[in-house]
């Protein structure tokens, strides 16, 4: 597929998601995409039908971090993404806000070794990869509530998975947890630090959703049973 057809397909599934995209991020885009068609051929790192270029694929891995993008603050600067795998979301959340320096955690070598290609093709020198599981970098001090930002995208997290994020998250950061329809909304059974603060829509087509917690300055409570925003 030409360049100017795919750029055509991605502008107007970022249209219809409410997103303007601007033609160096566009093209940014499609690099990236492009590079994790043909490294999907070798190594499995993701089930969608690339080469197709679905809608599907698209909204999944372009336009659903893309719209993520307007619900990261203002002022954060770092950003750490668990469980990475083939970039997304993480790459093109970092694209869209090219201020925040990321750092991508992935455990599978195969995997990291791609994202580490994708970061230097794309010219991303504020990124980083380390080859762990999250788990093994809570020995890091030096990584330690240093994020204004912590995301993952994974079909199950659990409060004692929450708990061993939030060390990474710096008071006042917050964790962007990527769900479906059909998991479940953690915001009834998170504990301090962490609070609740909103659950946004991403795309009606995937009937996704983005839960933003907060990990709130000790001392701060955050009022019970307070409901969840649709």
């Given amino acids: 597929m030409k360049t100017r057809e795919f750029q055509e397909r991605l502008t107007r599934r970022a249209r219809r998601a409410g997103v303007s995209l601007a033609p160096e991020l566009a093209a940014r885009l499609e690099a990236y995409y492009r590079l ?3 490294w999907n051929t070798k190594i499995n790192l993701t089930g969608l039908r690339l080469a197709e270029l679905s809608p599907e694929a698209l909204d999944r891995l372009l336009i659903e971090p893309l719209v993520a993008a307007k619900y990261v603050a203002g ?7 668990v469980g990475s795998g083939g970039g997304s ?3 093109p959340l970092a694209l869209a806000v090219p201020r925040l ?3 991508m955690v992935e455990s599978k070598t195969r995997k990291a070794v791609f994202l580490r290609e994708a970061v230097r093709t794309l010219e991303m020198a504020g990124a980083d990869v380390v080859t762990a ?3 093994e970098l809570l020995t890091r001090p ?5 994020h204004d930002l912590v995301t993952v995208r994974a079909v199950r997290v659990e409060t004692r998975m929450l708990m061993a994020l ?16 059909v998991t479940a909304d953690p915001s009834e059974t998170i504990t301090p630090p962490l609070a609740w603060k909103a659950t946004y829509p991403l795309l009606e087509s995937l009937r996704s959703r983005l839960v933003v917690l907060e990990k709130r300055p000790v001392g701060r409570g955050v009022p019970r049973g ?5």
């Avoid at 060390?167 to 962007?176: N, Y």
């Fill in 142 to 146: 030096d990584l330690h509530e240093a």
């Fill in 75 to 81: 002022s954060a600067t770092r950003m750490l993404d």
């Fill in 36 to 38: 994790l068609a043909v």
């Fill in 166 to 181: 939030q060390a990474f998250a710096r008071p006042g950061g917050q964790l962007f947890l990527f769900r479906s329809a």
């Fill in 89 to 91: 979301p993480a790459i």
């Fill in 226 to 230: 307070t409901p969840p925003q649709q």
């Fill in 133 to 135: 599981r999250f788990e």
């Fill in 101 to 103: 320096q990321l750092l």
